[in-house]
């Protein structure tokens, strides 16, 4: 077959090509921002739980497979159908777990760095692209009062930036002897931290969970115990997981103390910020996250506490070293890519090699909104909470976990355990508010989280009213 023979695109007129044409492609793009203007249309009053789901189209999708060409609308609207259907996360009314609520500055910044797919796993190919995400990553760094030396990475989430984390503790203290490592957290630590020493091959028996006298913080007295305890009995104490807001309660432990503890008894101090580090932002946030500067390692999420959208987490890190340490390698295929003094390599600081360029998707919403709404949107969560605490423990029979420390507060009706469940089912039914349940101390404890930059007042008060109505017995 001479050149020529070569077809210049495969002509297949059922389907769109690979590459659309100018026209074909501004028309995908109209259709698609009409979709996505849809999705943030009046979302922050939405009812959090959607009207039904649909088990028919969930096997349908679950048993579909890619073939022949299918016409991009009905491909779209099938995609809006399977996005209708179960909660909606990004409600004002999300009051669960730990809301997420998604920016669309930050949607436009995604976009962006994935239609150029500029390449930012080394700073060679992109320098300025690595050098946008690095100016963010140097704030991070400032924000929690790192020294020169510092550095902060972007990865998938909370879970992979404590198990980053962990590796680079147990190349510092327990290098080629994981066996050996053990690591101490709270009774409340967040599951990903025990999946992440897992993952890294220390042995379940040695992540220590210590003792706490309220259950909700480090206790330090039990916990140089227990450190002192396994290195005389030859273990290698590696780090101490502390928490910068529970997942159940938002509990903040006592970090100054805890970074002083760790810096005698040389342990990695890692203080898991997933959910509360960005509070660092509010002048309240700073007084209760007091010492965090004196960490070793911190996790933070902005897919929670900056709202952008979920495949954003952050780690920031004291000694740049401990992450080349960790996650250095030579690879000989990159050998035109010459190394650079000024930027961040993050293939040589992260587990992944080609990596989605995060960067912009963080860079795109702080820069055109500026700090400010950011800030008033985590002081008014703290205020929501405060309020919501002090509503909820005046109802009668109710007993709360304590003001809370950051946003999250932990309550009991009066009744046992199935009252509880009795209750979350009643808040949650009308749709409006979703609220979520845990366990302390082996009982059931319902929770209200406010994180959401969409949660307002009215969101909280009518929780606050189903409650009340719920405790009243005015259940219908
Ligand atoms: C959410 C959370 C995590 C895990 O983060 P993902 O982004 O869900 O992986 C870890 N720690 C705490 C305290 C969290 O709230």
New binding site residues.
């Given amino acids: 077959m001479s050149e020529d023979e070569y077809p210049e695109a495969a002509p297949d007129p059922s389907g769109l090509p690979l590459d659309p044409c100018a026209a074909q492609t501004q028309d995908l793009l109209d259709q698609a921002s009409t979709l996505v203007a849809a999705l943030f249309d009046g979302v922050g009053d939405r009812p959090v739980e959607a009207p039904r789901v649909d088990p028919g189209l969930v096997t349908a999708l679950a048993e579909d497979r890619p073939g022949a060409a299918v016409p991009l609308e009905s491909a779209l609207s099938t995609l809006m159908q399977a996005i209708a259907q179960g909660q909606e996360s990004r409600s004002g009314g999300h009051l669960a777990?730990?809301p997420g609520s998604g920016l669309l500055t930050a949607t436009l910044g995604e976009m962006l760095a994935s239609a150029s797919n500029r390449y930012t796993g080394l700073p060679a190919p992109s320098p300025a692209a690595v050098a946008l995400e690095s100016g963010v990553l140097h704030w991070l760094c400032e924000l929690f009062g790192m020294p020169p030396g510092s550095q902060a990475v972007l990865l998938?989430?909370?879970?992979?930036?404590?198990l980053t984390a962990l590796v680079a503790a147990r190349e510092r203290h327990a290098a080629g002897q994981p066996q050996f490592a053990t690591v101490y957290v709270g009774e409340q630590?967040?599951?990903?931290?025990r999946k992440a020493a897992r993952t890294i091959g220390i042995l379940p028996g040695n992540v220590r969970v210590c003792p706490s006298a309220d259950g909700m913080r480090l206790d330090l007295d039990a916990l140089r115990v227990l450190i002192k305890q396994d290195r005389s009995d030859g273990l290698l104490p590696t780090a101490v997981v502390a928490?910068?807001?529970?997942?159940n309660t938002g509990a903040v432990d006592r970090l100054s103390a805890l970074a002083d503890l760790a810096a005698e008894l040389g342990v990695w101090l890692h203080v898991?910020?997933?959910?509360?580090g960005f509070f660092q932002l509010t002048e309240r946030g700073r007084r209760r996250l007091e010492g965090i500067e004196g960490a070793d390692s911190i996790?933070l999420?902005p897919?929670?506490s900056l709202f952008l959208p979920?495949g954003t987490?952050a780690l920031v890190v004291r000694d740049r070293q401990t992450l080349s340490d960790a996650f250095g390698e030579e690879a000989d295929y990159l050998r035109d890519l010459p190394d650079s003094d000024q930027l961040p390599e993050f293939a040589e600081l992260t587990p992944e090699l080609t990596r989605a360029w995060r960067g912009a998707k963080l860079w795109l919403p702080l820069k055109v909104h500026g700090l400010p709404p950011f800030v008033e949107a985590l002081d008014l969560a703290l205020d929501l909470a405060a309020w919501a605490h002090d509503e909820l423990a005046a109802l009668p029979g109710v007993t709360t976990c304590g003001v809370p420390d950051l946003s999250i507060i932990g309550f009991r009706v009066p009744g046992d355990d199935a009252a509880q469940d009795a209750a979350l089912a009643h808040v949650n039914a009308d749709g409006r508010v979703s609220l979520s349940s845990t366990h302390l101390e082996g009982r059931v404890v319902l929770r209200l989280a406010v994180l959401s930059h969409r949660t307002r007042r009215h969101h909280v008060a009518h929780a606050i009213d189903r409650v009340r109505a719920f405790v009243d017995g005015r259940t219908d």
């Avoid at 630590?189 to 931290?193: R, T």
């Avoid at 928490?243 to 997942?247: R, V």
Wanted: cysteine-free.
């Fill in positions: 777990y730990i998938s989430g909370g879970s992979m930036a404590n630590a967040h599951a990903s931290v928490a910068a807001g529970t997942t898991d910020g997933a959910y509360g996790t999420d897919h929670k979920f987490g």
